[in-house]
């Protein structure tokens, strides 16, 4: 695609939404009360709100290289804490995607220059799951389980923050795990069990009242 082409349909968008509600843009303009919080990768192939079949509004989107939640990207950390504090969304969703080249450049042995430091965090996750990694013999399969465990690594990085812990126990705002397959354009839930994950660290983690 050309550049200039993109203004053109920018102009066909336009004229399709107004042709289908001609108060449209007027409606858009009033304000945000979007449900969800999705939390995703920068790849182009996968867009948040095409993939989940939603409107401009119904979600609120904060995107990174690798669906990573590190608590000290104060860029993710702001996303956050508007998006429950203020927006007040009920669902908070981490989704990872399959043939992710951001996980999979994590697991290469070379120098990625200012990249190295973003992607430790995914190295860090093959750390503390590695006896199951190095399990699977198949190394697609094991990208795969891979990007799955960064998700369920994130939504765990999620429940570690203040605003979170707050919003569940005064909302029962919830987390949820994805992983969208470019292969098959599937969304999938990963059904992450996280009571009894957080069972065992929570101790730790629980920032109180």
């Keep these: 695609m050309k550049l200039q082409e993109v203004f053109g349909n920018n102009e066909e968008w336009i004229q399709k939404k107004l042709s289908e509600n001609p108060a449209y843009f007027h409606e858009l303009s009033k304000g945000q009360e979007p449900k969800i919080l999705?939390?995703?990768c920068s790849d182009s192939r996968v867009?948040?709100?095409e993939l989940m079949g939603v409107a401009p509004g119904d979600v609120f989107v904060h995107r990174n290289i690798a669906n990573l939640v590190i608590g000290i990207d104060v860029n993710a950390m702001a996303v956050l804490h508007y998006a429950v504090d203020h927006l007040k969304v009920d669902h908070?969703?981490?989704?990872g995607h399959y043939f992710c080249g951001g996980v999979k450049a994590a697991m290469q042995a070379a120098d990625l220059g200012v990249l190295n430091p973003w992607l430790?965090?995914?190295?860090?996750v093959y750390r503390l799951h590695q006896a199951e990694l190095d399990g699977i013999?198949?190394?697609n399969d094991r990208y795969n389980r891979l990007?799955?465990?960064n998700v369920q690594e994130q939504?765990?990085?999620l429940l570690k923050t203040a605003t979170v812990q707050k919003a569940i126990r005064q909302r029962g705002v919830q987390v949820h795990g994805w992983v969208f397959d470019v292969s098959t354009g599937k969304l999938i839930d990963l059904k992450i069990d996280f009571k009894s994950i957080l069972?065992?660290?929570?101790?730790?983690y629980d920032l109180g009242e």
């Design 47 to 49: 867009t948040a709100e």
């Design 155 to 157: 939504c765990i990085n």
């Design 92 to 95: 908070i969703v981490l989704c």
């Design 147 to 149: 990007i799955e465990l």
């Design 120 to 124: 430790r965090n995914i190295r860090d």
């Design 199 to 204: 069972s065992k660290i929570m101790e730790i």
């Design 137 to 139: 013999e198949n190394e």
């Design 38 to 40: 999705y939390i995703g």
